[in-house]
């Protein structure tokens, strides 16, 4: 082993901090994938739900965390960092409401754990969290958000993104529905352009979002990718769920709510 194995601080020749590397693989230690979709309407986020021991309460174990009202989180990868992000994030998010008086804002909390992440980079007495962090919300002013930080303290906002092991695979299928998504809208723009000045502003408008009327049509559309993707037919007890909405706020769905959208689902096909 190397030194710059042992030091998380040390760039190797190839200038890699494999440390950090080692991180993004423990994301995938569980094997769980999560996708996270948005629509004019809400914010979703789904993640894939598996409990190995039959004597565990299922209902103890879960990757998704309510941050604060507006604000929830899906962490994935090992379960232990998992818990230790959301505690962070949960207290940042109350310091910030004790200080200023209103809610942390989705992306400002993703920055502030993206920072604290890549400092964990810098120390040698640290290790990164072998998490990948996925934050949806409905913002007063934003609408519907979606961020996203990872073990070497990048962060960005999405209109929809996958994590875990098939993340590539989850990642296609969701660029395909938005260039088809644009082509529609496109379409649609061109066609009613000469009736109807706001066509073109509608279709910009809608691309940055999933197709949804509801947060109920959304979480079909998001747990339909999965399905499609990862070749698996679900059942309630295989999925975890947490919805973003300007009404409520960040929830998550109970059993009874994951197995209507999939007889939902399964009454379409």
């Known amino acids: 082993m190397s030194g710059y194995d042992r030091h998380i601080t040390i760039f190797s020749p190839e200038g890699k901090l494999y440390q950090v590397e080692y991180a993004f693989k423990a994301t995938n230690q569980t094997n ?10 809400c914010s979703v986020v789904i993640n894939q739900k598996k409990v190995t021991d039959k004597l565990m309460d299922s209902k103890t174990i879960s990757f998704i965390f309510k941050i604060s009202p507006t604000i929830g989180m899906v962490a994935t990868g090992p379960i232990p960092d998992a818990k230790n992000a959301a505690t962070r994030a949960i207290s940042e998010a109350a310091e910030f409401r004790y200080k200023y008086g209103y809610d942390m804002p989705c992306d400002v909390l993703s920055k502030r754990m993206a920072n604290l992440s890549q400092v964990y980079t810098q120390r040698a007495y640290m290790r990164p969290l072998g998490v990948i962090l996925t934050f949806v919300s409905y913002d007063e002013e934003k609408g519907p958000l979606i961020y996203k930080s990872d073990p070497a303290g990048f962060y960005a906002g999405y209109k929809a993104t996958a994590t875990g092991p098939k993340q590539q ?12 998504l644009d082509n529609d809208d496109g379409a649609t723009a061109t066609a009613n352009a000469a ?3 706001t066509a073109t502003n509608t279709a910009l408008d809608n691309e940055n979002y999933v197709e949804g009327t509801s947060w109920e049509k959304t979480v ?14 679900f059942t309630f007890k295989d999925l975890e769920i947490g919805v973003a909405t300007k009404e409520n706020g960040f ?6 709510q994951i197995e209507e959208r999939l007889v939902a689902i399964a009454e379409q096909d």
């Open 32 to 41: 769980l994938n999560s996708i996270a979709v948005r629509s004019p309407f």
């Open 251 to 256: 929830f998550t769905l109970t059993s009874e």
């Open 220 to 233: 079909e559309l998001g747990i339909t990718q999965m399905i499609d993707v990862l070749g698996t037919d």
């Open 195 to 197: 009736t109807d000045d």
């Open 169 to 180: 695979e989850l990642t296609t299928s969701l660029e395909k529905y938005f260039k088809k």
